[in-house]
């Protein structure tokens, strides 16, 4: 089932998504509901994940989770304008930290680190611009 709050007023409004998913549609890269741009957070529920996803007119915008179907925190990623901007990191199902890695306009930009499950470094690159500038493995 996924579950909509759309802001109103300053204050979000939970909303089924069977009640709106007619209304919903993809146009020009923006999110419309009811042919306007859509603001608000979507939360989906798909076999293995819980998606929150916030939109601002109809894009992309702020933070995106992802959830383990236990709660565990999965993923969260920084969006500008359906553009991913800034940090993400991501995690194991057992709560240790996966991934941390920064995005500037889309292209990992700055340093990335990957972890082992058991919590230890395994490797640390550096990004500029999306490309691979430097690369140190444990």
């Not at 608000?40 to 933070?63: A, D, F, M, P, Q």
């Not at 999965?74 to 304008?81: A, D, R, V």
Request: charged share 25%.
């Amino acid at each position: 089932m996924l579950l909509s709050f759309v802001t109103n007023e300053s204050r979000k409004v939970p909303s089924v998504y069977a009640e709106i998913k007619e209304d919903l549609e993809v146009k020009d890269e923006r999110l419309l509901l009811k042919d306007s741009p859509f603001s608000g957070v979507l939360v989906k529920y798909e076999e293995s994940t819980k998606l929150e996803r916030n939109y601002l007119n109809g894009k992309l915008h702020g933070l995106q989770k992802s959830y383990f179907l236990n709660g565990q925190l999965s993923t969260i990623t920084l969006y500008t304008n359906n553009v991913q901007n800034g940090r993400r990191i991501e995690y194991y199902g057992c709560g240790s930290k996966k991934l941390n890695a920064n995005y500037t306009d889309g292209d990992l930009d700055g340093i990335s680190e990957e972890w082992c499950p058991g919590g230890i470094l395994i490797m640390r690159k550096t990004f500029y611009k999306g490309k691979l500038i430097a690369i140190r493995s444990n």
